[in-house]
């Protein structure tokens, strides 16, 4: 592919371990002013600080107003999927601007719940008529991407992508398991293209002057809060068990949701890569340069900044995980996808360990980079699935037993 006119050519990716680089990480237990951190309550303190260069240097910052929200059931079905599940759709309505399109939640309640159910809450990349092949969930209206499965027109929703992302959200099986789901389109928070800002949260909260104003990421971040807003309300949620999970894009959002909102009660990162878990300062897969390049509006506009200068970022990729300690947290890589850097999640994960430790808790612990499908860790877990970039049941079978094990 030529590169366009008056653009410099890309660098080539590289994948090849000793190619990576030296670097030095800073240290999450060293506070600005130079202090190291001993004590959980110092913690707090430096984890305000590192929130802040998150915000000013990374995803930008998230407006800290309260927004009224109004919850609308607009359906209920008592025997969903054959009997397994209560099927809740909610929309979130933003009272003060009539103009946004709501959220609208897909919420799946296992009918043998003797109380309140522990949740897994993603967003998914389609509409949540992709997620499930039942025919009476409304497409969405909004806008949706093209490229994913070829389904769309004109970038609107058609009766063919019906269960196109079914296989990610194995629904029976997390409701068997005795776990709620719920999830909504991203794109009701925020269209994912450049202008896509225009018509979501963004377009009447942040400030588009500033080199910290807030990019996608982080407005698709405040959406799982809205929506932990909602979860907090449902009797039959236990709200204290929400586990925030996304994949890829969303991945890195849900990572900066559970960095900032302790409500969440455990975090799932699944091959969020660049952005995401794994380490900036890896020359390995995508960068800084190639992510800030071709998908600025993730980030707020400083992040561009440091595109040829990665070394002087004041954060990296593990003080992100950090902020989630000692919250359970689960990053899962895959081995076909070199892309998101399997090494580099991993590396982030150990990196994050002393915060742990802090909490008396074990992260990751002592271990090596794990053979492929060989999950290793303790309060912060790992794997390496061997395929492609995507969520699939092994995924999914690895999630369901550390919140058995860490949530529930
Ligand atoms: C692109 C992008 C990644 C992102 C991925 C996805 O590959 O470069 O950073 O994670 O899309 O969201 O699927």
């Known amino acids: 592919l030529q590169p366009a006119l008056g653009q410099a050519p890309e660098p080539p990716a590289n994948y090849d371990e000793a190619k990576v680089g030296t670097f030095t990480l800073p240290d999450p237990l060293v506070s600005k002013a130079g202090k190291r951190i001993t004590t959980p309550a110092d913690w707090q303190k430096r984890r305000t600080e590192l929130l802040q260069l998150f915000a000013d240097n990374v995803y930008g910052q998230t407006p800290a107003q309260a927004v009224k929200l109004r919850f609308q059931v607009s359906n209920v079905d008592q025997a969903a999927l054959n009997g397994l599940a209560t099927r809740k759709q909610i929309s979130i309505f933003f009272t003060d601007y009539p103009q946004l399109p709501p959220i609208d939640v897909l919420l799946y309640i296992p009918k043998s719940a003797q109380k309140p159910a522990p949740v897994f809450l993603g967003l998914n990349f389609c509409g949540n008529h992709c997620v499930t092949t039942e025919a009476d969930i409304p497409l969405s209206t909004r806008w949706v991407s093209n490229v994913i499965g070829n389904v769309s027109v004109n970038n609107r929703a058609t009766e063919k992508a019906r269960g196109l992302q079914a296989t990610r959200w194995p629904i029976e099986t997390v409701l068997k398991r005795g776990y709620a789901l719920a999830t909504a389109y991203y794109g009701d928070i925020e269209p994912d293209y450049p202008q896509g800002w225009h018509t979501g949260i963004r377009s009447v909260l942040g400030d588009t002057t500033k080199a910290s104003n807030w990019g996608a990421i982080g407005a698709w971040a405040w959406g799982l809060s809205r929506i932990m807003d909602y979860l907090q309300t449902d009797p039959a949620i ?143 877990r790992y794997h390496n699935r061997s395929g492609k970039h995507d969520v699939t049941d092994y995924d999914w079978a690895q999630y369901l037993r550390f919140a058995d094990e860490l949530v529930r």
């Not at 895959?334 to 909490?359: I, N, T």
């Open 238 to 380: 236990d709200s204290k068990r929400v586990m925030v999970m996304g994949h890829s894009r969303i991945g890195k959002a849900s990572l900066w949701a559970g960095a900032q909102d302790t409500r969440f009660a455990a975090v799932i990162s699944n091959e969020s890569g660049e952005g995401g878990a794994a380490l900036a300062r890896r020359w390995y897969g995508e960068t800084l340069e190639r992510i800030s390049t071709h998908f600025p509006h993730w980030f707020c506009p400083r992040y561009t900044t440091y595109s040829k200068r990665v070394a002087e970022l004041p954060v990296d990729q593990h003080e992100l995980l950090a902020l989630i300690a000692p919250r359970p947290l689960y990053i899962a890589s895959a081995d076909g996808d070199q892309w998101s850097d399997p090494r580099g999640e991993f590396l982030s994960g150990v990196e994050a360990e002393g915060v742990y430790r802090l909490y008396g808790k074990t992260g990751l612990g002592p271990v090596r980079f794990p053979g492929l499908n060989e999950p290793v860790g303790q309060t912060v």
